[in-house]
């Protein structure tokens, strides 16, 4: 079965531009997760959906970051404007509803701010 | 305040020569704990679900265990293509599955 694609796979950009990251999940995954995760540390949860509906962003900084689920199927995650501190790998991760703890990710995207 | 931490950092390894990974977790009531393998460039790779102090579960040269504090994945006779990061995880009851991630042991194993 195929695996979950984000594009692109990387990206730079100045600080204060916005920039989008796209992901698709496996086929029939009900529940689908955007991480940020920084060199050296571990992912941390930024969204979780459920089907097109969001079940948790209580960490994403919604000043500069959005993300929706369009039909419940693809999503978008942006960050508009840019800080150096965004610099990261950004995964997305989806998985069955009967086990949300065996999530399946993406490669992920690398965004470097400078 | 839930928290993973993992140790060692780093650990390098001789082709065929064991040891363990710890993960020591602070919950408030843990739902289960996690083990995935992320790859250079890629993303984590699920492993194992624990959920109970005592279970233990293996999967080739992988073996984890879990205590009421911690838990340990032993690695025996690791081959080079063991080489990665392991990262641990943990949900608490009052999360909806929700993990909290460590910051992995990142595992080199010289042929």
């Known amino acids: 079965e195929a695996g979950v694609a984000q594009s692109p796979r990387y990206k730079i950009i100045e600080k204060r531009q916005s920039v989008a990251f796209w992901c698709n999940p496996i086929s029939g995954h009900a529940t689908l997760y955007w991480y940020q995760q920084i060199l050296g540390q571990g992912p941390k949860l930024l969204i979780q959906?459920?089907?097109?509906?969001?079940?948790?962003d209580s960490q994403l900084p919604k000043d500069r970051f959005s993300a929706e689920r369009l039909k419940g199927v693809d999503s978008t995650l942006k960050i508009q404007p840019a800080k150096l501190e965004d610099s990261a790998v950004y995964l997305c991760?989806?998985?069955?509803?009967?086990?949300?703890?065996?999530?399946?990710f993406g490669p992920g995207t690398r965004l470097t701010v400078t | 305040e839930d928290q993973v931490t993992q140790s060692p950092e780093a650990l390098r390894l001789q082709e065929g020569e064991s040891s363990s990974l710890n993960c020591s977790y602070t919950?408030?009531?843990?739902?289960?704990l996690f083990w995935y393998r992320q790859d250079p460039g890629k993303g984590p790779e699920f492993l194992f679900t624990?959920?109970?102090?005592?279970e233990e579960k293996e999967k080739e040269r992988l073996k984890a265990t879990l205590t009421k504090k911690e838990s340990f994945l032993h690695i025996t006779a690791p081959k080079p293509e063991d080489s990665a990061t392991y990262l641990c995880a943990v949900s608490n009851m009052d999360s909806n599955y929700q993990l909290i991630w460590g910051a992995g042991t990142k595992l080199i194993i010289k042929p």
């Open positions: 919950v408030s009531g843990l739902r289960g």
């Open positions: 624990l959920y109970s102090a005592g």
């Open positions: 991760a989806s998985s069955l509803s009967d086990s949300p703890w065996k999530q399946y």
């Open positions: 959906f459920q089907n097109n509906g969001v079940v948790d």
